[in-house]
């Protein structure tokens, strides 16, 4: 089950994720704001929204070794964020080593797939990503990887595949738009709307 689902209360704070709104996500919601179970989810957004703004040094040493240890969403923030900083091999194998043993876990499944594909281990982060439980994070991912791939055939597959069950998502409309852009013609010109539309929302 994907817990940024349309229906669940982190449907506002995902979207202003995917947006690029990345100071809203961390000045606008505080984990408190949510039920018990969501509180991991919004740190682990928090956290991805700290390394896009270049803070990697901030979630590294906010996630202890023993948090880490105990939690597998943490422990793929603090590698993911790790690699982002350094792009070392040590990180990379560090992702490699979690998606070995904590592999059903979606925070792992997205965060050390995006290692294991800058890593050059797009078969790796694949093979990790496949066991997602209808996640549209995953799904676009996926399909990021297949167009670095030049295998537009398989992107279009799994967008397909998720517009069967996701309708009108966020995600769903921006994977389709990559996939646009790499074919050219009257999906550029759809991918712009999508682009357009998504330029305009408030920030």
Known sequence: MDPFSSEGELVNIHTSFIQGQYASV???YTT????????LPVKILQHRAQCELGQYDQVISSISD?????TPDLAAAKVFAKYLKTGSDDAAAEAEKLSESQGDN??????????????GKQDAALSLLSKHQGSLDAVALIVQIHLQ???TDLALQQAKSARSFAQDALLVNLAESWIGMRRGGEEYQKAFYVFEELAQAPS
């Not at 408190?32 to 509180?39: G, P, V």
């Open 26 to 28: 961390l000045s606008d």
């Open 32 to 39: 408190s704001d949510f039920s018990e179970s969501n509180r």
């Open 66 to 70: 023993s948090d880490a240890k105990q």
């Open 106 to 119: 979606l925070t792992v499944q997205l965060l050390c797939g995006t290692v294991l594909s800058r890593a």
């Open 149 to 151: 791939q030049n295998r």
